[in-house]
């Protein structure tokens, strides 16, 4: 235990060197003239989230969007008995109802976020449907929302996310009321004793969430109290705060809550708050994340002995994380969070989904060879079909889903305290903000990154102004370039760092980034010896045929699922993936020579926009592999444990393809190494 302890502290020391290279300097007195930032004495914001509607997507990212709109996402007001607004308690004065806990706000921030972003009125006006309700039905002592108890006790997990989709509406529409509501409903929460405050599991544990919601309000109304108030959450919250353990280990919980102690920091300005959520988030990957795809294995909650690639998360958990890493990225500066939710919105959360959006599973994993509608436990952590593409499986994930993508693309770009702006996450689409002199500019990326590695960005602007302009280099480029205007600029591009480029931008300026992507070998000590293979942000997984079968939603739904009694469930069917190929092989490899052990092969961008399948991925890898006959099924119906590397195997070598990790819905992605 004592060596642990010095592990966990060298660890700490680590990440706080790591995060003070990777932060631009900005000067600690500056404060952005134009986007709401930190109030003293919070600590003053790196990066400034933009208004929702400030981003204009294109690309891969819009199809995704728009496939959600036309979709499951879309659809989900008229399929899901929560959604239901006959009977429910969101509805309602008195909190009462049949339907009514986390679902409607889950699927409603993501839902809103997507109508800000696509300009759709008619998502705008159905969303106003119920955020107007929530408004309108406040109770005079300042509650509002499904009165739901748990041992007598009034549940305020539900609530957090409701709050968020008022934040957003706020930034949308400059309603007023919201300021009123938020500052009303924070004074009765105050009021409530500790005792009966934040006392169950999921309230207990994603506490941070509510302070969140705290700080964004005082930062618009400067209520002094409210940082009392933000104190008294922190102190009834669970203590993410531990040297060597968790809280609880459900896998939610850990990719949501691990970010509290950080959110605090702003205002305790305890460097040890800060520390603990990196030691969090260390500490889960030693034990259960020693595989790619930036997540852990947790099925529903980590268990000893359970840290195979085999084992899965929640597809909340990967809309959780990634958010995660959008707002530790404006509370902290700090790049590393950036090219995490990359590595999960890349590697992890498309294979979610069948690609049309109409369904998604409840679990996935770096190595899966099935999906399917059997009951896998304890293999899994999870008792039912949980594995099937199902539009109905389970009512967290159906719902809380529709954040993912909006999100990523509204966080894609921030403001920063220098009146300038950063790229955070490079998607194509438009930037429309205040910068400099409070000159407006839009700033159009044209790329298919992750894919490609050229990045373009044209501004327009009416009138030349001078602003610093910040570029995130990824941790995994080593050698980036920029030039402006087609003249190559002498900078230090240092991976995992942000470049400044500061100069008086006029309108048809064009400044191209470079990012040479490089095959890279990771190996998973901790794993069997077990090896991943990335190409810039991607990681690889074999290509294993994928076979389909249609069935019927509530024949293979979780027991829990419900849908509105008129809904049409013919029309939303569930898919089964059958492995149609061999899976179980190693990889023949030189880490000294990668290039001789793979070829790269590009294909064309695909016609419908969407990368991330085996058929229409752009690129792919030409590798060589044994097959390692006793790595078969085991008795829970899963791919066996990884064998330990290096495998002695006597057969031939195979020519063997490997695919993008995010869109192979069956995969292996954590390989064997072949001796």
């Known amino acids: 235990m004592k060596h642990f302890k010095i592990l966990l502290l060298l660890i700490s020391c680590w990440f706080t060197i790591q995060a003070q290279q990777s932060r631009p300097s900005f000067a600690i007195n500056q404060i952005n003239s134009y986007y709401v930032s930190n109030k003293q004495p919070l600590q003053p914001s790196p990066f400034i989230k933009l208004p929702v509607q400030a981003f204009k997507p294109k690309g891969w990212v819009l199809h995704f969007l728009q496939l959600q709109r036309d979709g499951l996402t879309g659809h989900l007001g008229q399929i ?95 309603d007023p009321r919201v300021l009123t509501f938020m500052s009303n409903y924070f004074k009765w929460e105050n009021a409530l004793p500790d005792s009966m405050f ?25 209520e002094n109290w409210l940082l009392d108030f933000a104190t008294k959450i922190d102190r009834n919250t669970a203590n993410w705060r531990q040297k060597d353990n968790l809280p609880n280990w459900h896998n939610v919980n850990v990719a949501q809550s691990y970010r509290e102690p950080a959110t605090y920091y702003m205002q305790s300005n305890n460097r040890a708050d800060l520390d603990a959520t990196y030691n969090d988030f260390k500490l889960v990957r030693d034990l259960y994340g020693q595989v790619p795809g930036g997540l852990f294995g947790a099925d529903e909650n980590a268990r000893k002995g359970y840290d195979d690639p085999r084992q899965a998360v929640e597809t909340c958990g990967m809309v959780e994380q990634m958010t995660s890493d959008q707002m530790l990225l404006q509370f902290t500066g700090d790049a590393f969070w950036a090219d995490n939710c990359e590595d999960v919105a890349f590697n992890t959360f498309p294979a979610a989904f069948m690609p049309d959006y109409r369904s998604l599973r409840y679990l996935t994993a770096p190595n899966m060879i099935v999906s399917d509608s059997k009951n896998h436990a304890p293999g899994i952590a999870n008792e039912g079909p949980f594995l099937m593409m199902n539009p109905f499986s389970s009512r967290c994930c159906q719902h809380n889903h529709s954040a993912g993508w909006a999100y990523y693309a509204a966080n894609s770009w921030m403001a920063t305290p220098d009146n300038g702006l950063a790229a955070q996450l490079y998607v194509a689409g438009d930037v429309t903000a205040k910068v400099g002199d409070g000159t407006d500019v839009t700033l159009s990326t044209e790329t298919h990154y992750p894919f490609e590695d050229g990045i373009s960005f044209t501004v327009q602007t009416l009138q030349a102004v001078q602003f610093p302009l910040y570029l995130r280099i ?6 980036a370039s920029i030039s402006v205007n087609g003249k190559r600029i002498a900078t230090k591009t240092t991976a995992g760092t942000y470049v400044q480029v500061n100069k008086k931008w006029k309108n048809g300026d064009k400044i191209q980034l470079t990012l040479p992507m490089q095959l890279q070998l990771r190996q998973w000590e901790r794993n069997k010896n077990s090896v991943s293979i990335n190409y810039g942000p991607l990681t690889f997984s074999l290509l294993i045929k994928e076979e ?13 699922s419900r849908w509105q009694e008129h809904a049409d469930v013919s029309a939303w069917p569930s898919y089964e993936i059958f492995a149609a190929s061999p899976w179980n092989f190693g990889l023949l490899v030189d880490p000294r020579q990668l290039s001789r052990s793979f070829i790269i092969k590009r294909k064309p961008w695909p016609k419908d926009n969407n990368p991330f399948t085996n058929t229409t991925a752009p690129i792919e890898l030409i590798a060589t592999g044994k097959q390692i006959p006793n790595w078969t099924v085991d008795q829970y119906g899963l791919c066996a444990v ?34």
């Open 80 to 174: 899901s008995a929560w959604l239901a607004k006959t009977d429910n308690a969101w509805l309602t004065k008195d909190g009462k109802g049949k339907w009514g806990w986390e679902e409607v706000p889950y699927w409603l921030k993501g839902y809103a976020h997507i109508g800000y972003l696509l300009h759709d009125q008619q998502m705008i006006n159905e969303s106003n449907y119920w955020i107007n309700a929530v408004l309108t039905n406040q109770r005079p002592d300042g509650d509002f929302g499904p009165v739901v108890l748990r041992n007598g006790k009034r549940d305020l997990w539900t609530n957090m996310p409701m709050l968020w989709c008022l934040q957003s509406y706020y930034e949308y529409a400059n």
């Open 198 to 222: 934040l006392e169950d599991y999921w309230e207990n544990s994603r506490g941070g969430d509510n302070m969140s919601s705290v700080y964004w309000l005082y930062n618009r109304t400067g």
């Open 474 to 479: 990824p941790r995994w480029c080593t050698n």
């Open 548 to 560: 389909y079968k249609k069935q019927d939603s509530k024949a293979t739904a979780i027991w829990d």
């Open 642 to 675: 990884l064998p330990q590397s290096p495998v002695s195997i006597s057969g031939p070598s195979q020519q063997i393809r490997l695919v993008p990790m995010g869109g192979a819905r069956l995969r292996i992605s954590s390989f064997p190494v072949v001796k």
